[in-house]
């Protein structure tokens, strides 16, 4: 093959590269329906949805919920109850409306996790959507699913599935640790001052 025919088609199967990730789908962002509330999984401090979508790690990461975009998933209960790893999920009310009779409101435990070194979401998924709420370091409570929507987008669908997400939290938040220079220099300001105070004690006494 002449070297003349092969640039062209070495040059186009570039093209098509280029092409191909050009165009390639980006992540979409999320938008809050702004329908959940902390009141919705008993223990959490701040929270986030609905939104429309199936949650995962890529998806929380990429619109950084909480501010945060190192989250991976820890455990994952596939239904309204069960058990996987430190999550238990239980289920005491049902929504008699759907067929698969899904449950609405239970309770929660969670171990083996580590409040002081990560932070933890839980995210609760019904219908077409989820919420995720930032724990506050509880370990238990109540859950409702008050903060989803289902397809017509009312509140209160059957609870699907609950997932919980842990990220390293941020070591640059902590108190800074005094250089051996800076006690020394303290230390050094704090005997002259002595210092001075003894000799203007003395001063006093001998007026």
Known sequence: MKFSSLVPSVVAAAGVVVASSAFSPAQAALTSLGTCSTSNLQ???LCEGAFKDNDSSSLVNDNKLFGI???SQLFKVDSSS???GGLNVTADTYDEEEEEK???SGTWSLADVDFNTSNIMVVLKGGPSFSAYKLNGATS???NTDGVVNGGDNPGPGLSHVTVYQAPKDIQNAEPVPEPLTILGS???LGIGGLLKRQQSKKNNKA
Do not use: M, S
Request: hydrophobic share 45%; no cysteine; charged share 30%.
């Open 69 to 71: 975009d190192t989250w």
């Open 141 to 143: 409570g109540r859950w």
């Open 82 to 84: 069960g058990v996987d």
């Open 187 to 189: 230390a050094t300001a």
């Open 43 to 45: 223990g959490a401090e």
């Open 102 to 104: 899904e449950a609405i």
